[in-house]
């Protein structure tokens, strides 16, 4: 609907909104389709192995975990940024 009143949506998008939001789009699909796939493959072995095997399984699992949870922070922030750059356009 606002896109019908503003104007164009080319008119309503800056170049630092529209980076910030590929940003976090291409982190996204990078977490969907390569890191949790292989954060969830390093979980099941790590969960699964026995002995010795088990402490070095858990040291890779986790290097991997901590990666991926940073960037989900990393792109909840990229998200409130760019809600707060919106809404700044918006009231403006």
């Known amino acids: 609907m606002r896109v019908f009143v503003s104007g164009p ?4 998008i800056g ?10 789009v291409i982190i996204a699909a990078t977490l969907a389709f390569w890191l949790t796939p292989e954060t969830v493959r390093l ?18 699992f986790f290097t991997y975990h901590r990666v ?5 922070v990393i ?3 990229f998200g409130i940024t760019l809600l707060c750059m ?5 009231v403006r």
């Open 43 to 60: 979980q099941g072995l790590a969960f699964s192995a026995e002995g010795a095997a088990k402490h070095p399984a858990y040291d890779e």
């Open 86 to 90: 919106k809404v700044r356009k918006w």
């Open 9 to 12: 949506w080319k008119t309503q």
């Open 75 to 77: 792109n909840l922030g």
């Open 15 to 24: 170049v630092a909104e529209f980076a910030l939001l590929a940003t976090a």
């Open 68 to 72: 991926a949870r940073a960037l989900y």
